[in-house]
């Protein structure tokens, strides 16, 4: 049994009937937003092509747009095709590229920034929950901080189910989190270090919520994504600087010239490390932090807000929020130069002719 939908991506055909929710919704509503959502990326299917979702699985979008690149591809478990782009009307296994996932092949995704084998289970209450378990951390970037990926992850998790069954959007969960943002650099400002803590701890977790719940309910959306990332960027600096004034209530303000050195470092340091970022993803069509493994695992603590903050807990721990700033700067000046040597290497290594590749790409080669 199929239905044929029409979506703004082209004509959708869904395979048989399943009445398991997921994310609190209906596994052929999941897939229609996936469509949905492929158009308004800017994805096509190719003429006399159709899209083909299997409702008694759920699977990694990664596959979606993996088919979408290539007409004719179809992704199959043994003999049961799960999701492709496939000529309408014909037989899916007789599709040009028959891809069969249960061999545990893995592939790389570079929106993700992971290496790792593409989840597909089949849909029923017994596996509802562990699947969206599996969907969650499959929306998890592989290359990140220490704090999201190894810290908070079950409680995000808990939080991102509930917000799902409440109907909250991610931009909901965004207001909440900019708000606590802001509650924590006035806090901050007056050397109120703890409850500053636990109002900018909060803001982290639901900055990890808000983009789970997104790519879950496939929610995604421009403004959303511009306030997300609009408040990451731009937030830190503020922490930190307000940070420093606030020490005048500990009895600890530092002096007009140490002061000033310190803010230059953070704040020259961090615009920095984000423009050398910004000029490897340029010039390479990658994030830097996927080059090589020493770059993937520099990640986990390089000088963002998340490992800066670390530092900032130890120096609350002992009573010095002052050390803590001051060890922030230098932290930031070594991540600086780290940076700023890879990105020279990187250059060095293409004006020797050798190509810039990822050791996660070179990784998914080698699995397929």
């Known amino acids: 049994m199929s239905q044929l939908l029409s979506t703004t991506l082209g004509p959708v055909r869904l395979l ?8 609190g919704m209906s596994n052929a509503e999941r897939d229609r937003r996936m469509a949905e959502s492929a158009a308004k990326s800017g994805s096509t299917l190719a003429t006399g092509h159709e899209l083909l979702f ?85 929306a998890y970037k592989g290359v990140t901080d220490l704090l999201t990926k190894y810290l908070w992850p079950e409680l ?28 924590a650099t006035f806090l901050f400002a007056k050397g109120m270090y703890w409850s500053g803590f636990l109002s900018g701890f909060i803001f982290m977790v639901l900055d990890t919520v808000d983009g789970k719940l997104a790519r879950c309910t496939i929610t995604s959306s421009k403004w959303g994504n511009v306030i997300d990332h609009g408040v990451d960027l731009v937030h830190p600096p503020f922490w930190w600087y307000f940070w420093g004034t606030g020490l005048v209530y500990w009895g600890l303000g530092l002096s007009a010239g140490t002061f000033t050195f310190i803010m230059t470092a953070v704040i020259a340091g961090y615009v920095l490390q984000r423009l050398i970022e910004g000029m490897f993803l340029k ?79 070179e990784a998914g080669a080698a699995a397929a």
Request: proline content about 6%.
């Open 156 to 183: 995000a998790l808990i939080l991102t189910r509930s917000a799902a069954q409440l109907k909250m959007t991610p931009n909901m969960v965004s207001v909440i989190g900019v708000t606590l943002c802001l509650v």
């Open 283 to 361: 010039d390479f069509k990658m994030d830097i932090h996927v080059w090589r493994p020493f770059d993937s695992q520099f990640r986990l603590i390089t000088a963002r807000r998340n490992p800066n903050m670390v530092i900032l807990f130890v120096s609350l721990l002992f009573g010095r929020p002052d050390i803590g700033l001051i060890a922030l700067a230098w932290w930031t000046i070594l991540s600086l130069v780290v940076h700023a040597v890879r990105l020279a290497q990187a250059y060095g290594v293409k004006r020797s002719g050798r190509p810039i590749t990822s050791w996660m790409d």
């Open 54 to 138: 299997n409702l008694a699985y759920a699977f990694d979008p990664l596959l979606l747009r993996l088919a979408l690149e290539t007409p004719g591809t179809i992704f199959v478990w043994g003999a049961k095709p799960i999701v492709g782009q496939v000529p309408q009307g014909a037989d899916p296994l007789t599709a040009a590229h028959v891809i069969d996932l249960s061999d545990g092949r893995k592939l790389y995704n570079r929106q993700l920034r992971k290496l790792e084998q593409p989840m597909v289970r089949e849909l029923t209450p017994e596996t509802r929950r562990e699947i969206e378990r599996r969907s969650y951390f499959g």
């Open 16 to 23: 048989g009937e399943n009445a398991t929710p997921i994310w």
